[in-house]
């Protein structure tokens, strides 16, 4: 028996009411994603592709269709069933990189792990190991404020990895880096990539999408784009 994708929407919509406005904002999005998969989104402001990370990351629920995590159909609205699911598989990078200023790098870090029943110095230790797999070894004790937008972005990386995650989604990740400091960025999700964890990136940036292995172009709410890198366009 062929083995479920990991994800999968079928016939997906996603409508915003606002007064007595409705905006269809994703119509019909059926798509697949593997374990394994390096996936970019891409398309013009406006065009969905935030609210289709969201809705593929369980921070948000469709309209209408259907969403199978592993062949299970998630049915539920109730937040604390799409809270268990997202700690349970997913890890989430922002634009803003959403640290908190008041605590050391890896106090940030270690900050998910509370509801896992760790002692404190567990947590710690997998935070350090973690920074360290970022490139940021030395900087642990610093205050998020001390590094810079390259560097607290690699924090959030870290923070995202901590429960493990099966999916780590992205929305922008390098939108508000310098071009250096995105191409580290870049390679950091190459590196996580061939280690086997799945990306789903949502990014203007042409170099994240080169980097990825399939691109996903959304206009006005719909797929109209599927390419796997290395296939003729
Ligand atoms: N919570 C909401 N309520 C009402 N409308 C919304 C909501 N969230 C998004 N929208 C609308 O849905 C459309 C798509 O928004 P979305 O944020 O998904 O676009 P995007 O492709 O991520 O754009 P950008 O590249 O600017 O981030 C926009 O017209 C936006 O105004
Ligand atoms: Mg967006």
Redesign the pocket.
Known sequence: MAQSPLIELDDVGKV?I?GALR?E?LKHISLKIEEGEYLALM??????????LNILGCLDVPSGGHYRLEGREIASRADAELARVRNQFFGFVFQSFNLLGRYTVEENVALPMVYRGLARRERLQRARDLLARVGLKDFTRHLPSELSGGMQQRVAIARALVNSPKVLFA??PTGNLDSKTGQEIISLFGELSAEGTTLVV?T?DPRVAEHARRVLT?ID?EIVGDKRNGEAA
């Not at 402001?45 to 609210?51: A, D, N, P």
């Open positions: 915003f606002t905006h904002v398309g013009p402001s406006g065009s969905g592709k935030s609210t289709l929305d922008e949502v203007h959304l709410g």
